[in-house]
């Protein structure tokens, strides 16, 4: 059973920066794309951010600019680095794992992210 452990968030300043990592484990497969996705209160979940296995990345427009993902796949490890924070940021972010198909996509525990005025 595959596996994705989160970690990074907190609470800052608006401005200020944050830095996310999460590790899939469990599969002798890598992840097909590797992604964070964000739920704030009373809103659905939406991508934030996706990178690929062969490194193309995609970003939700109110991040771009200021949010940047990585990915190492020797360690099935991706990355989201947040800079220029805002309150609107503030967010419970989950990391998502997509091997290919439905029943092989997975989902980490979330993490919250306050960004204070």
């Known amino acids: 059973q595959v596996q994705l452990v989160e970690s990074g968030g907190g609470s800052v300043q608006a401005g200020g920066s944050l830095r996310f990592s999460c590790a899939a484990s469990?599969?002798?497969?890598?992840?097909?794309?590797m992604g964070w996705y964000r739920q704030a209160p009373g809103k659905q979940r939406e991508l934030v951010a996706a990178?690929?296995?062969?490194?193309?990345?995609n970003y939700a427009d109110s991040v771009k600019g200021r949010f940047t993902i990585s990915r190492d796949n020797a360690k099935n490890t991706v990355y989201l680095q947040m800079n220029s924070l805002k309150p609107e940021d503030t967010a419970v972010y989950y990391c998502n794992a997509d091997y290919g198909s439905p029943q092989y996509d997975y989902w980490g525990q979330g993490t919250q992210v306050t960004v204070s005025s």
């Open positions: 990178i690929t296995s062969g490194g193309s990345t």
């Open positions: 469990g599969s002798v497969f890598s992840p097909n794309v």
